[in-house]
Nanobody, 125 residues
């Protein structure tokens, strides 16, 4: 499966963006989905994940209460609504599909087997 993330851009601090990630050549159904981000000169880190049923989510402490992950299995799409953005949210954001069909929720990048190309989010102060 190939994933394509889009929706990034330049936004002022306090603003909002909605990222989307669509799958081609495969399906999202029955797989956990996640968002990770990588800031300049830093390692890629976990942002949010949603289980394959869509009823359970988990967030990094740094984004909790500001970001919301959701999914639409009929459209093979996962979303990340980002509100109250801060300059420290600036990063390339990657979507990913869980490695194992129907697995339990994980925040570890190693548990995600398919990755999108990423979309750049820049938050100005």
């Amino acid at each position: 499966v190939q994933l394509q993330a889009f929706g990034g851009g330049l936004v002022q601090a306090g603003g909002s963006l909605r990222l989307s990630c669509a799958a081609a050549g495969g399906t999202f159904s029955n797989y956990n989905l996640g968002w990770f981000r990588q800031a300049p000169e830093k390692e890629r880190v976990f942002v949010a994940t949603i289980n394959w049923v869509g009823g359970t989510t988990r967030y990094a402490d740094s984004v909790k209460g500001r970001f919301t992950i959701s999914r639409d299995n009929a459209k093979n799409t996962v979303y990340l609504q980002m509100n109250s953005l801060k300059p420290e949210d600036t990063a390339v954001y990657y979507c990913a599909r869980g490695r194992i069909y129907g697995s339990s929720l994980s925040t570890k990048s190693a548990d995600f087997g398919s990755w999108g190309q990423g979309t750049l989010v820049t938050v100005s102060s």
